[in-house]
Structures are given as structure tokens and as C-alpha cells.
């Protein structure tokens, strides 16, 4: 009998027959029919979803998943937190949309995200307040940065990541996605990534960062060097859809270094890294850096709730009046979840068991080095990818990697892809993931990645 309840079924790993079933099955045709077919993550994870609890969600027919992608990084305290849910609930009792005027709400949001900031960046950062999405926030620091220089060009780097819009793509490595769109958004310059197990440059591990960096280096400094001094620089700490590549200390220190000498505003990109996901609230506390601008979204409200902003120097803040603006940039349920998600963070000591349970990832999939299909594991924090390869002659191996993925699913585990064809699997689990269901997880894919692999 095809169970079609959406009662919080028993929260463990559990999949009865092929996906999707029956009911996920009516409501994917039904989607197909008459969404657009731009949509995505239901082509390689084909399930409808019914409810959701922590670090579990469950499909219209009852079938029970471990979810290690969780909202694409945004539900930072798993699914349906109770307090973020609350204080929600409760705020959308008193006001929901507020524009850009000063609420009770937004003015406790501003305050508690000021307050995770490092303390040498605190007293001279502002924050505006963007369109709902990371993209958007990527769009409002750009301009920012081109308003305060007055320049025009802008530098990015292979295999990063901005987001879907007209200019945030222009910024994004993925060619794939801008081809089909004539006319981009002019002066970008992409440059090497320190992307060590397969270098930009095609040097060895020990002389790569040197290079990928020494050649940006060199380009803005050479005044015969073919590229206007840019308006800024931007740079994700970790390439999330890149295929989760953690960026080198020195290659970022010496990034930033650069920027500075040379008054160019440094960018970080911390829509996917940021509020926690890699063990400090923001990836660039790893490398010791302040910034010029921070960009951050997803993971804000904790619980999917859209906002998205940019923090900036004082110093750049030459915008007019309505400059950057969003109908939704008043969101005033999600201040009050990310005020909530602040509170639980502290409390809870959730960003010691995002470094406790990324200690724990490591040590589990540790097992994988010796495959020689894997060509890399790694990650920083809750944020980790296992890049496949043919051993034979290096080329990415996005087939193994989309067969892992089916068979995950089909025995209760949730992960994404990313990476060069779509050959990294990547792990992405709330940050309030416990030691259990990080080995009930591992369970589930190192069998997937044994079951699918190549003939040894």
C-alpha cells in the first residue's frame, strides 16, 4: 500500500522500492508540466518532498532521507529548528515586511550579526541590506566597489562561483552557463585558483600556489600588463560549487596583500561558507585576512528564510540614495530567525561541533585515500568534497560520481555534486549534525562508492 501521509514518519535512513515512488512520482510530472525548465536538483534527486526534521527530511511516500545537502547550505540548524521556527512565528504577529526603515527586528539582526564579526572589524563595517539572495548581494558589492573607485574592471578567479544573475554570472568560472547569454557584463579577468590537485598552471603541489598567484601579482603590477588597475578583487575561501576547494593560506594572504598595496577593495564571498559552515562564523577568520567587503545570505536567518547583505569598509560608502535596492530587503521574519540562530549558536556551541564533527568526516572517509579513483578528499569544517578521477589519465570522473549519488538516495542519504563534470560529491550537513548521523551518513556512502566504483 502507497503511504501518502506527510506525518513525521520514524527519523532514520529507510527507502522502500526504486525513486521515486508513486506519489513523488505525480508530483515531479506535475512539476515537469508546468514549472520552468530551468529547475534542477529534482532531475538528480528525484523525490518530492513531504516535512522535514534536524538533519532528516521524507518524501511523499514516507521513504526517510539523511540530508547532507540541506537547502544547498541555508538550513545551517537543520530543518524546522524549533526556536527559529518561534521566533518567526511570533515576529510575523507583529510586522513581516518593512522595507528599508529601522524596525525592533532588523535593529537586533544588524546587532547580532555586527557582533560575530572579528573585533578589528566591527567598529568600521556597515551593512546594507540586499534582495533576498546571495546573487543579489554579489550585484550590490560589485556596485559598490565600482561607485567607490570609480573604475570598471573587476577580477575573479577559475572555478568560483557568484551566482545566477546577469552580472554575478559574468563573475562565475562555469562557461556552461554563460554561453547561451550574448552580451555579459564586460571587464572581468579570471585568473588561477589555487586549486592544487589540479593545477591551473600545471605545476607540482609544492610550486603551484607560488605561481597562480605570482601571476596575478604580476598582472596588476605591470603597467604594461594589459588589465586597468580593477575595481575589485572577489574570492571565495572555499569554491563551493567549484567542487568544495578549500583555498590555499598563502595564495589568500598573499591575495590580500596585493589588494591592499594596491587599493583595490578585496571581495570575499561568503555566501555558502559564511554563519558558520566551516568552524568560525566566517571562512576568512581561517586565513588571518580583514577584508574589504563581505557578502553574505544563505545561511542567515538559519533556517531558510531569504535575506541577504554585504558588509563594507566605512570608507567605501559613497552610494546615493536608493543606489542598491530590493522590494524584499525587509524581511522581517528572517531578521528575527537570525537573531534566534545567533542566540543557538552561542548557546549550543555549535560552531565547536561544526570543528568536532568535521574532525570526525575526516577521520571516516580517511579510508578513501587509497582508492585510486579518488583523486582528493577534502573540505574545512561541515563543508567537504571527494573529487572522483580515472586514474588513467586524470580526467574527471563525472559518471562514477552521478551513480554514487543515485545509489546514496536510493538507500537514505541526500548529497550533492559539484566540481569539473560534476565529479565532486559534496557534503553539506546542518552544522547541528551529531556523531551519529555522521557515520550513519559515511555508512551509506563509502558502501555507494565501493558498490559503484570501476573494476579495480
Known amino acids: ?21 508513486p506519489r513523488s512520482a505525480e508530483f515531479l510530472e506535475h512539476q515537469r508540466q508546468w514549472e520552468s525548465s530551468a529547475r534542477a536538483y529534482p532531475r538528480h534527486l528525484p523525490i518530492a ?28 540548524l537543520g530543518h524546522n529548528h524549533p526556536e527559529l521556527v518561534h521566533a518567526a512565528t511570533e515576529q510575523m504577529h ?17 546587532d547580532a550579526q555586527l557582533s560575530m564579526l572579528p573585533p578589528a572589524l ?26 567607490a573607485t570609480g573604475r570598471g574592471d573587476l577580477v575573479s578567479f577559475q572555478g568560483g562561483f557568484h551566482g545566477s544573475s546577469h552580472a554575478a554570472m559574468a563573475l562565475t ?37 607560488t605561481n597562480c ?17 580593477p575595481a575589485a578583487v572577489i574570492l571565495e575561501m572555499v569554491q563551493g560549487e567549484g567542487g568544495i576547494i578549500p583555498a590555499d593560506r598563502d595564495f589568500v594572504r598573499r591575495v590580500r596583500a596585493l589588494t591592499a598595496e594596491l587599493d583595490v577593495p578585496l571581495v570575499v564571498d561568503e555566501v555558502q561558507t559564511g554563519c558558520g559552515r566551516t568552524g568560525t562564523w566566517f571562512a576568512f577568520e581561517h586565513y588571518d585576512i580583514e577584508p574589504d567587503v563581505i557578502i553574505a545570505s544563505k545561511a542567515l536567518s538559519g533556517m531558510g528564510l531569504p535575506v541577504a547583505v554585504i558588509f563594507y569598509d566605512r570608507r567605501l560608502d559613497g552610494w546615493a540614495p536608493g543606489a542598491h535596492t530590493g522590494t524584499f530587503r525587509g524581511n522581517q521574519a528572517a531578521f528575527a530567525a537570525g537573531v534566534a540562530a545567533v542566540r543557538v549558536v552561542r548557546r549550543d556551541d555549535v560552531l565547536g561541533n561544526v570543528r568536532q564533527r568535521g574532525r570526525q568526516l575526516a577521520q571516516r572517509l580517511a579510508t578513501l585515500h587509497g582508492d585510486v579513483w579518488v583523486r582528493e578528499v577534502r573540505g574545512l569544517g561541515l563543508m567537504w568534497g571527494i573529487e572522483l578521477a580515472d586514474p588513467r589519465d ?63
Open 122 to 147: 566591527r567598529s568600521r563595517m556597515r551593512m546594507h541590506f540586499c534582495g533576498p539572495g546571495g546573487a543579489n548581494a554579489v550585484d550590490a558589492a560589485i556596485k559598490l566597489c565600482k561607485t
Open 1 to 21: 500500500m502507497t503511504r501518502t501521509s506527510t506525518a513525521r514518519p520514524a527519523l532514520a535512513p529507510r527507502v522502500e522500492g526504486a525513486l521515486p515512488g
Open 49 to 76: 518532498i513531504a516535512g522535514a526534521e534536524g538533519s532528516y527530511l521524507w518524501d511523499m511516500d514516507g521513504n526517510v532521507f539523511v540530508d547532507f545537502l540541506a537547502g544547498a547550505g541555508v538550513l545551517s
Open 394 to 456: 586524470g580526467r574527471p570522473a563525472g559518471g562514477y560520481a552521478r551513480a554514487v549519488q543515485a545509489y546514496a538516495l536510493q538507500h537514505g542519504l541526500i548529497v550533492e555534486l559539484g566540481g569539473r563534470d560534476d565529479s565532486v560529491i559534496r557534503l553539506m550537513p546542518p552544522l547541528t549534525v551529531t556523531a551519529e548521523e555522521i557515520d550513519v551518513a559515511c555508512a551509506i556512502l563509502l558502501d555507494a562508492i565501493e558498490h559503484c566504483g570501476p573494476p579495480r
Open 94 to 110: 507583529v510586522l513581516t515586511h518593512g522595507l528599508d526603515f529601522p524596525t525592533a527586528a532588523k535593529r537586533e539582526f544588524v
Open 173 to 209: 568560472g562555469l562557461v556552461a552557463q554563460k554561453r547561451p547569454i550574448a552580451n555579459g557584463v564586460p571587464g572581468v579577468h579570471f585568473f588561477p585558483y589555487s586549486y592544487c590537485a589540479r593545477c591551473p598552471v600545471g605545476l607540482s603541489p609544492d610550486t603551484c600556489t
Open 213 to 229: 598567484v605570482g601571476l596575478l601579482e604580476r598582472s596588476l603590477r605591470d603597467p604594461n600588463g594589459g588589465i586597468p588597475l
